[in-house]
């Protein structure tokens, strides 16, 4: 499938080669936008994500699409101009999401590090006098 682009210019007159190109970028970017849109239901739901497996998703998605839009005539991007916008958006969504995971993450670590401190510290550096309870 890499190849896909290559495979279809060689097979066609130059026209029609010309014709692939954005058809093959537009399935690339179609793919890209499937993994990233599971990846944002499955944030939105609070769900388990497996992080290993959608990244290799993605990284094989993005090599695809690399390689394809370096074979492609410049006038193909014009044409999937739309399509482009539209994963922007979709990935602006996903970033935020997964930055407010890794806050929340980050926040429930520093709460367990806290308690941790906490329960093993004898009081000896406390700002607490002894025999003083907080109200």
Do not use: W
């Amino acid at each position: 499938m890499i190849n896909f682009l290559r495979a279809a210019t060689s097979d066609r007159s130059g026209a029609d080669a010309m014709d692939a190109a954005p058809d093959a970028l537009a399935r690339c970017i179609d793919r890209l936008r499937d993994i990233i849109e599971s990846e944002t239901r499955i944030l939105k739901q609070g769900g388990h994500v497996d992080f290993d497996a959608l990244n290799q998703r993605k990284t094989h998605a993005l090599l695809e699409f690399l390689q394809v839009s370096r074979t492609a005539p410049p006038q193909s991007a014009t044409q999937i101009g739309d399509r482009v916008q539209s994963l922007q958006k979709l990935l602006s969504e996903n970033a935020l999401l997964l930055e407010r995971r890794l806050q929340a993450a980050q926040e429930i670590t520093n709460l367990i590090v806290h308690h941790i401190r906490e329960s093993e510290s004898d009081g000896t550096y406390s700002i607490r006098s002894p025999g003083v309870t907080p109200k």
